[in-house]
């Protein structure tokens, strides 16, 4: 009975000493916060805005398109010039959308919470049309343009942007295409408004034999926007596939873009088999979160 008592009283004591130096909690505490805080680390987001393009759903209209980013968890999207509505709105998404039309639009967009990323590929072929286009871009809050631009419209371009403080970047469709080539864009950028830049389509410096993480490096300092993918160059066309089962080193231009804190849009496109689409975008999100974390860790 005697050592029964004194192992209670020892167990007491001990009770007794936690309860008045809370040291050890305070220490538990501080663990149980750094662990904390190093998962929120791990998953913070990019500085980028995660984007999809309505051109990989361009069979359907565009607010089905919306709504196909909205269960992908993709809050942004880039439209598509031409693509009907839908939605009971008549018309299509270009910028001869009538202004009620244009407030219609706008409201929906908000009811589901989404945002206009961009509009593209659009080139006006006029100068009223340029014009009619930025105008467009405003009322639709859209901040970005993507273009392929004829040169002789790179002036008054350049004043467009500045009025309407609106940002146009250049798209780069496969060689022999007018922007292929990034070195030669580069050179063109080199004395134009720092609201003009480039819109880096990974898939197609591919498609033209390029390095697409050399030719990122080459495009950092003017990068707004990228059309984001993963290709196969088993076909002479390049298709494109669920990323990693490519040629195209996504987890690389992932890291870096993070490394250069990139801040624009990074917009996923999928031009793959559009049956595919649902099955293939799935297993692209669940790569690209796989991914960010990746890059996360280091």
């Not at 580069?186 to 004395?191: G, P, R, S, T």
């Not at 987890?251 to 990074?266: P, R, Y």
Request: hydrophobic fraction near 40%; charged fraction near 25%.
């Amino acid at each position: 009975m005697r050592i029964k008592f004194c192992y209670f009283l020892q167990i007491a004591a001990l009770a007794l000493l936690l309860a008045c130096n809370p040291t050890s909690s305070i220490n538990q505490s501080n663990i149980q916060n750094s662990d904390s805080t190093k998962n929120a680390d791990l998953s913070k987001p990019a500085n980028w805005h995660l984007a999809i393009l309505a051109y990989t759903f361009r069979e359907g209209t565009f607010f089905e398109a919306v709504d196909k980013a909205k269960e992908l968890g993709i809050d942004e999207i880039g439209i598509f010039p031409g693509q009907q509505i839908g939605a009971r709105l008549d018309g299509k998404m270009d910028f001869n959308m009538d202004q009620a039309t244009q407030l219609k639009v706008n409201e929906l967009l908000k009811e589901k919470q989404v945002k206009l990323a961009d509009i593209g590929v659009i080139s006006p072929t006029s100068n009223a049309d340029w014009e009619k286009l930025f105008q467009f871009a405003k009322s639709m809050e859209i901040p970005l343009i993507v273009s392929e631009p004829e040169p002789k419209f790179m002036d008054q371009i350049e004043d467009l942007c500045e009025k309407y403080q609106i940002k146009l970047a250049i798209h780069n469709h496969a060689k022999p295409s007018m922007y292929w080539n990034p070195d030669s864009l580069m050179i063109q950028l080199a004395d134009k408004s720092p609201l003009i830049g480039v819109c880096a389509d990974v898939g197609h410096w591919l498609r033209s034999g390029l390095d697409p993480l050399e030719s990122l490096k080459k495009v950092e300092s003017r990068l707004m926007a990228l059309h984001f993918k993963d290709v196969s160059m088993e076909s002479a066309d390049g298709l494109d596939v669920v990323w990693g089962s490519g040629n195209i080193p996504t987890l690389d231009l992932m890291q870096l873009l993070k490394e250069n804190n990139f801040s624009g849009v990074l917009s996923i496109e999928y031009e793959g088999d559009l049956k595919e689409n649902p099955a293939a975008l799935k297993q692209i999100m669940g790569i690209y979160k796989n991914q960010l974390e990746q890059i996360n860790l280091q």
